[in-house]
């Protein structure tokens, strides 16, 4: 598809703009995965740390090391249980 943009970059431009709409960073859907991680130890009733939230996250090392990541993880990882 990208090939096809760039040899006639007029085709289909609606479809590229609603790719382009829809698609997510892959900062954002990181941050998605972690709060999806976060909220599954909690319908579990498991404590976890940022360690353990990262690794069912499955977050790489240079994912993991970004500063919104790394402030989604800290966020959610130092929450008060009620």
Known sequence: METLY????????LTRMAIYDAAESVI????????????????ES??????QLKARAGLS????R????VEVVRSLSN????
Do not use: H
């Open 6 to 13: 760039k040899r006639c970059p007029d085709v289909l431009p």
């Open 28 to 43: 954002d859907f990181a941050i998605r995965r972690v709060r999806w991680a976060a909220e599954t130890y909690k319908s």
């Open 46 to 51: 498991v404590q976890f740390n940022s360690t």
């Open 61 to 64: 090392n240079a994912v993991g």
């Open 66 to 69: 970004n500063l919104k990541v």
């Open 79 to 82: 929450e008060e249980w009620n």
